[in-house]
């Protein structure tokens, strides 16, 4: 398995508390995703960097921030967590292209549930 | 915004019957990756598709990627119990460096 890893693994917060989720990797890739997985709903794209300091919203990114200071940590944080915010996180890593193929390694999740 | 379709979102089997799922885009792309989620686990890249009509094999999966490039399927022959998760297809579109993934096909094997 590709070198990321997740923090925490498991969070129980009330809901109006700020969230930080922590992906660490050491393959140096240049992309970093964060992705929610809810049922029904697959995994939907949050935000993304394409390096340091440079990111970019996905499809559902209302509610969340990220950043990227260093290439191996990218940080997704919760303003103010909402129950709708419940879900296993999951961040990706890609990069560098190997013949065209843009393969994502993932992470093992964060399971984060908000009362 | 693009879209990507997956159909069906469950799949029950019998172990040795044969298993499809099927991928549909709204926009032309430029390719198509297919992931495997096992229960409780994290997604894992199976292989990327990138040419108008292109055929892969892996062992009992067989992958298709449409002629039009806006489809895609997963062909699982003779499914095994180790094939139980969710199978997920993950679009591409130009040179933008989002991935669209569909919601994904439950594979639920019966022995």
């Known amino acids: 398995d590709a070198g990321i890893t997740q923090s925490p693994r498991h969070k129980v917060t009330e809901t109006g508390t700020p969230v930080t989720l922590r992906c660490h990797q050491t393959e140096n890739h240049r992309y970093m995703y964060w992705y929610r997985q809810d049922p029904g709903h697959g995994l939907r794209l949050i935000h993304y960097s394409y390096g340091v300091k440079d990111t970019d919203k996905g499809e559902v990114s209302d509610g969340y921030s990220v950043s990227r200071s260093k290439t191996e940590d990218f940080l997704l944080t919760l303003e103010s967590a909402t129950s709708s915010q419940t879900s296993v996180y999951f961040c990706?890593?890609?990069?560098?292209?190997?013949?065209?193929?843009?393969?994502?390694?993932f992470g093992p999740g964060t399971r984060l549930t908000v009362l | 915004g693009q879209q990507v379709m997956q159909i069906p979102q469950y799949q029950h089997v019998q172990e040795g019957e044969d298993f499809t799922t099927y991928c549909n885009s709204s926009?032309?792309?430029?390719?198509i990756q297919w992931y495997k989620q096992r229960p409780g686990g994290h997604p894992v890249f199976l292989i990327q598709l990138v040419k108008s009509g292109e055929v892969k094999k892996q062992k009992r999966l067989t992958f298709q990627f449409g002629e039009a490039k806006k489809n895609s399927s997963l062909h699982i022959t003779a499914t095994q119990t180790t094939d139980v998760g969710t199978y997920f297809c993950?679009?591409?579109?130009?040179?933008?460096?989002?991935?669209?993934f569909g919601k994904g096909t439950r594979l639920h094997i019966l022995p």
């Open positions: 993950a679009g591409r579109s130009g040179r933008d460096d989002k991935i669209i």
């Open positions: 926009t032309t792309l430029s390719n």
């Open positions: 990706a890593i890609s990069g560098p292209l190997v013949g065209e193929v843009f393969e994502q390694f």
